[in-house]
């Protein structure tokens, strides 16, 4: 496989993003720490979310079943003796048979039907979790480790990296080129050869053994795990808005979703902490209007411009 | 309720604007608040944590403020909603640490949200006294995080406190000992459950009927039923706000009516009283104040006076309390140093209006209401782990 | 016997809850993530209704129902329709309304926050028992599900014999052709938006009857009520009806027979089931 120079020089403009990224514990700033935190683990959620439903068109609610999943793996296996790094591939490798299962169950469903499959199921391996907890007389879970908000800061951008990474070698890939053929009409990719129940499973593995990790990593963050908390229908609903809101269509888009939502979000709940949610509620209807499609519409759009102003010039 | 709350809307609109006039000059102490106003417990905290968060700063800047060393110093209290989600609660503490530069912050309300949040009040040293958070693991966390202090007591206890009532009211003949036992299938339900099993084995109890229910289940008929086809003597349920209410409903309904009835989170709601109205007479439920007395009596009519709501008869008193103590801490310790702050809460006793607090070894106070009753339209305290003032419980006769 | 009965009243609290998301989804082909709120929000009529003038919820939902029915009106006209418009696909205006009824149901939850406080609401009505075939049941619940029977009831008649009603099943069948055979697609769009929302609202009355509410458990509602719209098959007023009383069925069942713990996740495996074997739900159509 060769490289084009196109290709070198986004890998070296991520790599370098990612290296000032990874800077910001430097500067000692708690606050911004704990922003940084909740945009890497949105962007990481969120990429890993439109891998699999940006090409294909399938929008999944489950993201919080893998997080929860996840978290749940980490608790119960620091309760049991485990080392925490152990935990993680163990999330990972839980995700993705539970993505797998998914998968193969919902290959027969489309459109409306798929989103609210993965919602059913989320809560479904929430109640079965939760009733294990009730029966095996597990007590509350606590993670009490030394990690602290860098560790899991950094962490998360390492994971940020590998998706990213995973993204842009499929995106290139014959599975890349599966997809997205799946994406723009299923029945001519199933005609020219492509086995589409493969790609789509496979890329739904990638998501949610991603999300799973993501839980891993934050279990020592919350400390008390909660199925309340860790199972939460409204993070599957936040990673979709914010990937919805950067646009599915490129590798990048989520992240210029997540981090401008996540820094207004800031906002509002600094400024109006008792008109948060009616706050948040009116800055995504003028986004969905204002920015039909998404900030990557708008980014490109602004880049088309410059081009044509260029070319007049 | 829309009156009363449209009231207090009001009251507080008035106080804010009357604060802010001739007091902006003067040098302020500000206060941080975080709590649920939106998500699964913002219910609860509306109930017991945001009324007290107003009442306390009333009080404070009504008598002039707090005494620093000599300087009275008014509070400002800046609030944030954390949705109920660990990871705003850790944002925001955070952002009340370093953006707002707060003097120092109130527990945030609720057990997970709290513990979520207690690195983040040990890193920058904010002394944390907790109102709202129930733990067994009371000892880990105060050797984590040495700042943080526990008020409201642990899972064991108040699951003791349970057994040691239905054990005396067996003495007394009052009743049997066969118990059915329910509880709701999330956190604290699981964990309280844990805890009496064992407990109501010593104490020679039978557990007739054993069962948990998913949060948000919309029908408790099957419980109930369940419940009463056993014929326990007693009816234990370690349940969440929507479910006491419904569970309580149904009992009445179906005719689940033993002389011991006892529901957990929310038996202690001003609205439960008011919608059960004389059938809420003897139920049992978590919590309890020492209702007869002077300094809660007082408490409550300051609370339904500046927040045009009732308090209720368990957390609200000790979330009041532990704002107390902080407030008796600077005075006490003379200075807004948060470490001077801390160590003074370390080493000394407080009087709050739930009475004297002393610290055990794990940071805890030991002893807390664990069962109250409803008897005359009032929810009274009828166990503890030491304090005074409990009344008798009485066998519950019927739902008339 | 018991079990039956305690689960078809349980399925007529779930028919309320699903069936004006199913006449929004299934016709207007709006996802409305924000009809739980409207669940509530006809909730917290009835409770003010009853606390402050002693009006009963069953005199309230005709209060509640024309209000409800104008603003869902206004809410597809003004925020819905430039959307339905813009769309160039079926796909793109499922996101789209995802993204905004996801807005409006933040908004929503504010509004209710900002009026009445985060307070639990929670009253009593009817909360007698009443005896049917030798058991004890709620009044509350049998009054709740009778009237379910009466508004689907309606609903299938006014589907099944008036012409905007057959016009309506149409559009839910295929919008495309139902507009080259004359039928006002926008309008009658509209009006099953707003019908749907007006349903909802009614529920939220009825329930809130026995079901202790407050401004944020909308969203336990909405995905309740998305679960069986999807189970039946959207655009069915039968699927809807049918997944709801299977549901209160077997919740009933598994909670007194097996183990109470267990009934939600009872509940998710059969939905979860129906759609492996029927994926396009009880009584969808199979979509090409």
């Keep these: 496989m060769s490289l084009a120079k196109r290709d070198w020089q986004s890998i070296t403009l991520s790599a370098v993003l990612l290296a000032v990224a990874a800077c910001l514990p430097l500067t000692g700033d708690a606050y911004m720490l704990s922003i940084g935190i909740t945009i890497a683990m949105y962007a990481v959620l969120a990429t890993s979310w439109a891998l699999f439903s940006g090409p294909t068109h399938f929008i999944s609610l489950a993201t919080a079943a893998f997080f929860g999943l996840g978290t749940y793996t980490t608790a119960i296996g620091i309760e049991n003796g485990l080392n925490y790094w152990v935990t993680l591939p163990i999330a990972a490798i839980l995700g993705a048979v539970l993505a797998a299962l998914v998968g193969l169950a919902t290959l027969r469903l489309s459109g409306v039907y798929f989103v609210i499959f993965t919602l059913g199921l989320a809560e479904l391996v929430r109640q079965v979790v939760t009733w294990g907890q009730n029966v095996s007389g597990q007590k509350g879970l606590y993670v009490l480790t030394d990690i602290t908000e860098v560790h899991i800061y950094l962490q998360l951008l390492v994971l ?18 599966a997809l997205r053929i799946i994406g723009d009409d299923e029945e001519v990719a199933r005609h020219s050869g492509i086995n589409t129940s493969r790609a789509k499973i496979l890329l739904f593995m990638v998501s949610g053994a991603t999300a799973a990790v993501v839980g891993s990593m934050l279990a020592p963050r919350y400390i008390y795990i909660e199925p309340a908390l860790a199972f939460t229908p409204m993070l599957s609903f936040l990673v979709v808005i914010m990937a919805l809101l950067g646009g599915t269509g490129r590798l990048w888009g989520p992240l210029v979703g997540v981090i401008p939502f996540t820094l207004l979000w800031e906002a509002i709940s600094a400024s109006f902490p008792n008109q948060t949610t009616l706050l948040l509620g009116l800055s995504f209807l003028v986004i969905v209007y204002l920015l039909p499609r998404g900030f990557v519409g708008l980014i490109e759009s602004g880049k088309r411009k410059m081009r044509e102003r260029e070319a007049f010039a | 309720m829309k009156r009363r709350n449209l009231f207090g809307l009001a009251a507080a609109l008035t106080v804010a604007t009357a604060l802010t006039g001739p007091l902006a000059a003067q040098e302020m102490l500000k206060i941080g608040a975080v709590g649920p106003k939106t998500g699964p417990l913002a219910g609860g905290g509306a109930v017991t944590f945001w009324p007290n968060v107003q009442l306390w700063a009333h009080d404070v800047n009504e008598a002039g403020g707090i005494d620093v060393g000599g300087t009275k110093m008014m509070v400002e209290v800046i609030e944030y909603d954390d949705q109920t989600n660990p990871g705003e609660t850790i944002k925001a503490v955070q952002r009340l640490a370093t953006q707002d530069e707060a003097d120092f912050i109130l527990a945030p309300y609720g057990t997970g949200l709290n513990i979520a949040a207690a690195p983040i009040f040990e890193r920058y040293g904010y002394p944390m ?87 948000g289940t919309q029908d408790l008929s099957p419980v109930i039923n369940g419940a009463r086809d056993s014929n326990p003597d007693a009816f234990v349920a370690w349940s969440y706000p929507p479910d006491t209410f419904g569970l309580t409903e149904q009992a009445q309904i179906a005719g689940l009516s033993p002389k011991a009835f006892y529901t957990a989170v929310a038996t202690a709601f001003p609205s439960y009283g008011a919608r059960f109205g004389a059938a809420a007479e003897g139920v049992l439920g978590a919590g309890g104040v020492f209702a007869d007395g002077d300094a809660f009596k007082d408490y409550a009519a300051r609370h339904e006076a500046v927040t045009g709501a009732k308090p209720d008869f368990w957390a609200s008193a000790p979330a009041y309390a532990s704002f107390q103590i902080l407030q008796q801490a600077i005075e006490g310790a003379g200075t807004t140093d948060k470490a001077a702050v801390a160590e003074y809460i370390a080493n000394n006793d407080f009087d709050t209006i739930i009475g004297p607090i002393t610290w055990d070894e794990n940071n805890s106070n030991a002893k807390y209401w664990t069962v109250g009753q409803w008897q005359g339209g009032v929810f009274k305290g009828v166990a503890s782990t030491g304090r005074d003032g409990a009344v008798a419980a009485m066998p519950k006769t019927g739902w008339e | ?71 869902n009106w206004l809410i597809y006209v003004v925020m819905l329709r430039p959307l339905v418009k813009r769309a160039k696909s079926h796909g793109q205006l499922e996101v789209d309304a995802i993204l905004t009824t996801f807005g409006l149901a933040f908004v929503s939850v504010g509004i209710m926050l900002a009026l009445f406080g985060g307070d639990y609401f929670s009253y009593s009505y009817l909360a007698r028992p009443i005896t049917l075939i030798g058991d004890t049941y709620a009044l509350n619940r049998v009054t709740a599900a009778v009237a379910a029977v009466i508004i689907c009831g309606g609903l299938w008649l006014w589907l099944n014999h008036t012409r905007a009603g057959m016009s309506i099943r149409a559009i839910a069948v295929d919008p495309k052709s139902a507009r080259l055979v004359g039928i006002d697609v926008p309008k009658l769009s509209a009006l099953a938006f707003a019908l749907g929302g007006a349903v909802t ?86 979509t090409t």
Aim: aromatic content about 10%.
């Design chain 3, 1 to 71: 016997m018991d079990i039956l009965i305690t689960g078809l009243l349980l399925g007529g609290t779930y028919a309320l809850i699903a069936m004006g998301l199913n006449l929004q989804y299934g016709v207007a082909r709006i996802m409305n993530l924000a009809n739980g709120e409207f669940l509530v929000a006809g909730g917290f009529a009835a409770f003010w209704f009853y606390t402050a003038g002693q009006v009963s919820p069953l005199l309230t939902i005709f209060i509640v129902a024309p209000l409800a029915f104008g603003l």
């Design chain 2, 129 to 215: 006294v907790t109102h709202t958070a129930i733990s067994d693991q009371i000892e880990d966390l105060s050797g984590k995080f040495p700042n943080m202090y526990f008020l409201l007591g642990g899972a064991t206890g108040l699951a003791g406190g349970v057994i040691d009532v239905l054990s005396q009211m067996r003495d007394a003949g009052e009743i049997g000992s066969s118990v059915a036992m329910v509880n709701v299938a999330d956190a604290f339900g699981i964990e309280l459950a844990e805890a009496a099993r064992p407990q109501f084995e010593a104490a020679g109890f039978e557990i007739v009927y054993d069962s948990s229910y998913p949060l």
């Design chain 1, 160 to 177: 940020g990296g590998i998706v990213y990474l995973t993204g842009w070698a499929i995106g290139r890939s014959r599975l890349g080129f």
């Design chain 3, 201 to 286: 609202a009614m529920g939220g009355a009825l329930i809130s009857t026995f079901l202790t509410l407050d401004a944020s458990t909308g969203v336990m509602f909405t995905l309740k009520a998305l679960v069986i719209v999807i189970m039946g098959g959207v655009g069915d007023v039968r699927g809807t009806i049918v997944a709801a009383l299977l549901l209160g069925i077997l919740e009933t069942f598994v909670a007194t027979l097996i183990d109470p713990g267990l009934t939600l996740a009872a509940a998710y495996l059969l939905f979860v089931l129906i759609l492996l074997f029927r994926p396009q739900g009880l009584f969808g159509r199979r």
